[in-house]
């Protein structure tokens, strides 16, 4: 399995709920993509950004979501309502 850990800048001041909408969103795009097991957004318990944790079965499948025009267009829509880029950590599970 391919996971990718992404740290999210702040979101821009009111932009709490569209962000969440947009991650909703854009799971049920990536949802069909192949190889896709699952994506869940992850909240900071007290201080902090918001983070996500990106399943695929392997690193292809993920490199073919990742460069798909489906991935452009919901980076088009959400880079707005950040304050700064994401940055992402890509791991292969080895037990578990």
Sequence with gaps: MFVVV??????????DEEFREWFARSNETFSRHKGFIRRR?????KEGNYAAIVEFENREAFNAMHGS?????AGER?????????TPHFYEVLIG
């Design 41 to 45: 957004l992850l909240k900071p318990i």
């Design 6 to 15: 992404i740290s999210f800048p702040p979101i821009k001041a009111g932009k």
């Design 69 to 73: 025009s489906d991935h452009d267009m």
């Design 78 to 86: 959400v880079m707005p309502l950040f304050d700064g880029s994401p």
